[in-house]
């Protein structure tokens, strides 16, 4: 049990101390001495090395969120004990709190030795760099070409015994910003000038090592207010979940054929991004093991088990690219029609960009279906409310999930598509 005391250092801050006294000047007793997060042992009056210990990480948890509010040229740790299972991975997930803007940030995660990045996104798939964030608002060249990169950035960890991010006693980081560590991404509906929401890092545990940091870089301009808010959640390991498919082929339609003449005869392991359960959705990634060590890179379209409601078919597909992230699911059978996952009907393109469900929550969360070819709807394609084509969708504006597209909908076709920008 923590014993707590008044001493004094001979340092502005402990990291730099070289020793521990009493208000008397009197040598401090040997043993471990903790300020702020910071560990070191005192023996015979002399400091050693800073270390950190497990049991001052916050345990792991699927609920247990890290509040990181607006921020300005800072820089959050976050340790998180995960126990010693191997075979299982950690999903980190970052989550932007501020609607679309999102002022860019770093996202990192420090395991066994190992530094990892890249993220996928709930609105626009893979983002293999460290930044991510609205690249609109404040331009990528912006933040490179800021008279304060490299940056300063003020350190704080997270104290598990009060609950809250302590400021470190260490000096400020320095972080240099290059064009290739940020995400600048053009999507098939324009750049990303909204924040990517939701993103999932995953690490795979393959180690018996116990602990993990998650990170987070906020670097701004100087001319900027502060922005940045986020909140990040680091869940217990778990092995990913299991699925079976077709090899891939080279449509949706042979990828069914497959399933119906050969079963599915392959077994995949899936990240969870859009999905809860059951069958991959939109910009899930798909793995080669269950740790996640390894992304399935054969792209292609896969026949899986069927689990829509209101069709029989037995099967129905995905449609992955060569970094197994999964771009568009549909079912089988006769019409062959293309998942939705958006907002329900607006009826103004701004109240659909605005959305929010009768609980409150602004993610594109209703289930519709499209009749295009292409992994998302195009001018002119049909769109339903049931995976069997029976209803139009009412006329009026939707947000999808897939990058903040909205689109407009008249006798059951739609007519515009746009983007939800600030």
Not at 11 to 37: E, K, L, R, S
Not at 84 to 99: D, L, M, V, W, Y
Request: net charge negative; with cysteine.
């Amino acid at each position: 049990m923590s014993n707590f005391g008044t001493y004094y250092i001979d340092a502005p801050n402990f990291i730099d101390a070289t020793t521990i006294t009493d208000a008397a000047g009197a040598v401090a007793p040997d043993g471990v001495y903790q300020f702020n997060g910071v560990h070191r042992t005192l023996t015979s009056g002399v400091l050693g090395s800073v270390f950190y210990c497990d049991s001052c990480c916050e345990s792991c948890s699927a609920t247990f969120v890290y509040p990181i509010n607006v921020t300005k040229r800072d820089y959050h740790k976050m340790c998180s004990n995960v126990g010693q299972s191997t075979g299982t991975a950690i999903i980190i997930k970052f989550k932007f709190n501020e609607n679309r803007l999102g002022y860019m940030q770093g996202f990192q995660a420090t395991y066994d030795g190992s530094v990892y990045t890249g993220v996928v996104s709930n609105r626009y798939g893979l983002l293999e760099k460290k930044y991510v964030g609205n690249v609109g608002f404040v331009s990528a060249s912006d933040i490179v070409n800021d008279p304060y990169n490299p940056y300063s950035l003020t350190v704080y960890n997270w104290q598990s015994i009060s609950n809250q991010f302590i400021q470190s006693g260490q000096n400020p980081i320095t972080e240099t910003i290059a064009l290739t560590d940020i995400n600048q991404v053009t999507t098939t509906s324009a750049n990303i000038y909204n924040n990517p929401d939701e993103c999932y890092l995953l690490v795979p545990k393959t180690s018996l090592t116990t602990t993990i940091d998650a990170e987070v870089y906020s670097p701004h301009r100087q001319i900027d207010s502060s922005g940045g808010a986020c909140s990040v959640t680091v869940p217990c390991p778990s092995p990913l979940s299991q699925f079976s498919a077709t090899g891939s082929e080279a449509s949706a339609a042979n990828a069914c054929a497959e399933a119906s003449a050969a079963g599915l005869t392959n077994t995949y392991f899936l990240m969870r991004v859009n999905s809860t359960s059951g069958s991959p959705r939109l910009f899930d990634r798909v793995y080669l093991d269950v740790a996640g060590v390894t992304p399935l890179t054969t792209a292609g379209y896969y026949g899986v088990i069927n689990q829509y409601s209101g069709t029989t078919e037995t099967y129905s597909w995905i449609h992955v690219d060569s970094d197994g992230i999964v771009q568009a699911a549909g079912s089988c059978g006769s019409p062959m029609l293309t998942e939705i996952i958006s907002s329900e009907v607006r009826g103004s393109f701004w109240q659909a960009c605005e959305y929010q469900n009768i609980n409150g929550v602004n993610l594109p969360d209703q289930q519709y279906w499209h009749g295009g070819s292409g992994d998302a709807p195009q001018l002119g394609d049909n769109v339903y409310s049931d995976v069997l084509g029976t209803t139009y969708l009412p006329d009026g504006w939707y947000q999808l999930m897939r990058e903040y597209i909205r689109i407009e909908v008249s006798s059951g076709a739609v007519i515009t598509i746009q983007n939800c920008t600030i």
